[in-house]
Structure formats: structure tokens, C-alpha cells
């Protein structure tokens, strides 16, 4: 699940208990700006459109950080491309 109020990831068990928080707000790869979305991606992929930061980030099921892709016409983070 996607708080985006608390700009973090939630994973829950099947009877509805938290297991883990993941991500947390700020700026960077890893970490949510202004996160409005989220959807599955390739297995084991959580996709997460932020676009606070003009990125799109991608979570492992785990919670990880697997990466994350730049909007067209915007800088990478730290000015790299």
C-alpha cells in the first residue's frame, strides 16, 4: 500500500497486519516526494510514480529499492542523465 499523506510504502499480511514500512520521504532514488500512485510492475516489482521528484521509483515486493526511471525532458537526480 501507498500512504502518500506519510510519503511511504506499507506491505500487510493477508489478515490485514502491518509487516513492514518501506521507503520514507525526502528526495533521491529510495525515497518519496509526492507519491500518487503505485502499480505492479515485472514480478516482484512495485512501481511508484512520484512526481515530486519527476521519477518514477521501483520497489522490490520486499520493500527495496530496485531503482528507478527519470520523466522525459527532466535532469536524473544529481544532474546526471
Known amino acids: 500500500m501507498l500512504d502518500a499523506l506519510l510519503r511511504e ?3 500487510f499480511d493477508l489478515e490485514g497486519r502491518l509487516l513492514r514500512r ?3 520521504p525526502g528526495y533521491g532514488p529510495s ?3 509526492a507519491p500518487v500512485s503505485v502499480a ?3 514480478p516482484e516489482r512495485l512501481l511508484v510514480d512520484d512526481p515530486g521528484q519527476h521519477l518514477g521509483q521501483v520497489f522490490r515486493t520486499d ?3 530496485a531503482g528507478f526511471f ?3 525532458g527532466y535532469p536524473a537526480p544529481g544532474g546526471t542523465r
Open 22 to 24: 518501506w521507503s520514507g
Open 9 to 11: 510504502g506499507k506491505t
Open 40 to 42: 505492479f510492475g515485472a
Open 31 to 33: 525515497k518519496l516526494a
Open 70 to 72: 527519470v520523466k522525459a
Open 63 to 65: 520493500g527495496r529499492s
